[in-house]
T-cell receptor
Framework: DAGVTQSPTHLIKTRGQQVTLRCSPK?????VSWYQQALGQGPQFIFQYYEEEERQRGNFPDRFSGHQFPNYSSELNVNALLLGDSALYLC????????????FGPGTRLTVL | GNSVTQMEGPVTLSEEAFLTINCTYT??????LFWYVQYPGEGLQLLLK?????DKGSNKGFEATYRKETTSFHLEKGSVQVSDSAVYFCALKENSGGSNYKLTFGKGTLLTVNP
């Protein structure tokens, strides 16, 4: 049973650039959430996608956007990168009905120079 | 808004010692509560959960009881092992009905177990 997968593992960008991170949910899951984990902090909720629409959003600026595809995979896009965007970006998947339990991927480590 | 407060780390124990990591929360209504564990270089793994008051979640020797009266969900293990060394996160999900999926996390507690 394939778990949540994310790509790439690591990424280095410079300020002002744009980045796209990818996530494939656990087999059978239809809902994807994205979290940002700064060094030494707990994850912060960015947004959640279901049926290819953003259903809920945390306190993040519009520079953070996303997309969900018909196969339930998802992308997180960040424009105009700032140094403060350096973090581990985690994807979590769940079933809409069983949304109490979210399964996390290994994350993408983004470094902005 | 919702918030989770965990005991400050790091926590360093010897193998076979008793572990307690405190967690208290603030939330509207009756949230579901979780403990996640993050091993070095990895993502988060669900350790245990409880969805209503007085429920006890348990897994791999770890336990936590949902205490509504004290708004707490403390993590305990009777005898820790070196392999338990990791960062532990307490989290809540508000059960507001409909489509709420947001998990609110504490800052995490680093546990190091020495042989």
């Amino acid at each position: 049973d394939a778990g949540v997968t994310q790509s790439p593992t690591h990424l280095i960008k410079t300020r002002g650039q744009q980045v796209t991170l990818r996530c494939s949910p656990k087999s059978g899951h239809d809902t994807v959430s994205w979290y940002q984990q700064a060094l030494g902090q707990g994850p912060q909720f960015i947004f959640q996608y279901y049926e290819e629409e953003e259903r809920q959003r945390g306190n993040f600026p519009d520079r953070f956007s996303g997309h969900q595809f018909p196969n339930y995979s998802s992308e997180l896009n960040v424009n105009a990168l700032l140094l403060g965007d350096s973090a581990l970006y985690l994807c979590a998947s769940s079933l809409v009905r069983g949304a109490d339990t979210q399964y996390f991927g290994p994350g993408t480590r983004l470094t902005v120079l | 808004g919702n918030s989770v407060t965990q005991m400050e780390g790091p926590v360093t124990l010897s193998e076979e010692a008793f572990l307690t990591i405190n967690c208290t929360y603030t939330a509207t209504g009756y949230p579901s509560l979780f403990w996640y564990v993050q091993y070095p270089g990895e993502g988060l793994q669900l350790l245990l959960k409880a969805t209503k008051a007085d429920d006890k979640g348990s897994n791999k020797g770890f336990e936590a009881t949902y205490r509504k009266e004290t708004t707490s969900f403390h993590l305990e293990k009777g005898s820790v092992q070196v392999s338990d060394s990791a960062v532990y996160f307490c989290a809540l999900k508000e059960n507001s009905g409909g489509s709420n999926y947001k998990l609110t996390f504490g800052k995490g507690t680093l546990l190091t177990v020495n042989p």
